[in-house]
């Protein structure tokens, strides 16, 4: 997961909230509806309308984000129906700086969790959870990791959560945590983007291919790179000296150049949507396929590693006419975004035992969150596969 800038999707107007195409409804100013109320010196009889209408404008959104605005208690409420009842059980799922994130209940406080499909290992936040009785979630004794009392799609046993302060990420959300692969492999894990939907299905009750390719979705293989709890995976372009990291990775093709690319949806890459991060091994492939990718010093970035650190990021711009496509089961594209921002990652000698596609040999990528994010992500470890629909 990366985060690099704190950008939310819900915006207010004084006067009424807009309908999006997909479905969902926001407010579209700038300000938080109590301030436009003092900016303006509203009376307090038209406060309490303003209110209101953020109220109604909100429960329109789900009862997950009005519960936070509002301070009311029922959070995480299963959200309607989806149209395919195959993808199994459902919960809220809310767009926030570009990532999705999901109300989870922890020894009787609730809090945001990211759904983090770039992570293979979760993480709490004690002090960004949502304020409420008792204090805040705490390890087992004689531990500093494992937790009992999660709520996630129903109660689980003790769980192991990296200890992490996220309060420094900016946004409408407090990150009170994130949802990695070491609690999503067990499960068909489908995230609905359009719909605010997070559905989870068991492999016996998931659905058929015939029944995916009839709504629209298209599989890419996610084959050695994701999978189930002690399923084999190779990694072919990760370094052989370390495990493989349990993460969709898929094909991608840039002109005639082929990696493969993580699914981050952590990666919150709002600044410059949409962005793909890249490794010096692609990026010489690509030179050696003709593509020439374009300095664009202005957009460098400077990112922290878990060595403690700084990692220089180099940005560039594909030239016009070229895409980033990534490439289905049959080779076809299922998805092509032109426009796109190379992040060039060089990880430096010193953070080398952090990991990541900088470290690795063969051409490899990350994908910005905003790449998946206006549709619907289906990640099926039990195939090895994911399935994606793009947005309207």
């Not at 009005?66 to 799922?93: I, K, N, W, Y």
């Not at 002690?230 to 150049?257: D, E, F, W």
């Not at 922290?304 to 490439?327: D, F, H, K």
């Amino acid at each position: 997961m990366e985060s690099r800038l704190g950008r939310g999707v819900f915006r207010y107007r004084e006067s009424h909230c807009q309908q999006l195409p997909i479905g969902r409804y926001r407010w579209v100013s700038a300000a938080p509806p109590m301030a436009v109320a003092r900016r303006f010196r509203l009376r307090p009889f038209r406060r309490i309308l303003l209110r209101g209408l953020v109220a109604g404008c909100l429960a329109l959104v789900g009862p997950a984000l009005a519960g936070l605005a509002l301070g009311l208690p029922a959070l995480g409420e299963p959200s309607p129906t989806s149209a395919l009842p195959c993808l199994g059980e459902t919960r809220s799922l809310i767009l926030s700086s570009g990532m999705p994130y999901t109300p989870v209940r922890l020894q009787g406080r609730t809090g945001f969790f990211v759904v983090d499909l770039g992570a293979d290992g979760s993480a709490i936040s004690p002090p960004t959870f949502l304020p409420g009785r008792g204090s805040a979630p705490r390890p087992m004794a004689g531990s500093v990791d494992r937790f009992e009392g999660l709520e996630f799609f129903g109660p689980w046993g003790p769980v192991r959560l990296s200890v992490q302060d996220h309060s420094g990420i900016k946004g409408p959300i407090p990150q009170a945590g994130l949802i990695g692969t070491d609690l999503l492999q067990g499960h068909v894990i489908t995230l609905d983007y359009a719909r605010g939907l997070l559905h989870r299905a068991e492999r016996e009750s998931f659905c058929s291919e015939a029944a995916l390719r009839l709504a629209g979705f298209a599989p890419l293989s996610t084959s050695d790179y994701y999978g189930t709890a002690g399923a084999p995976l190779r990694c072919p372009a990760a370094p052989r000296r370390s495990g493989c990291p349990n993460i969709p990775t898929v094909p991608v093709r840039i002109g005639h150049s082929l990696a493969v690319a993580q699914i981050d949806t952590g990666n919150d890459d709002g600044r410059h949507s949409p962005s793909v991060n890249i490794n010096r091994a692609w990026l010489a492939a690509l030179r050696a396929a003709g593509v020439k990718p374009q300095r664009w010093p202005e957009a460098d970035l400077s990112l922290s590693t878990c060595a403690g650190v700084a990692e220089q990021v180099w940005a560039y711009r594909l030239p016009e006419g070229l895409a980033l496509e990534l490439v289905g089961s049959d080779g076809r594209a299922v998805r092509r975004l032109e426009g796109v921002t190379l992040f060039l990652k060089d990880t430096p000698a010193a953070a080398g035992r952090c990991g990541g596609i900088g470290t690795w040999q063969q051409p490899a990528a990350q994908l910005g969150a905003s790449v998946v994010n206006d549709g619907t992500l289906v990640v099926d470890p039990f195939a090895q596969r994911v399935w994606f629909r793009p947005g309207p």
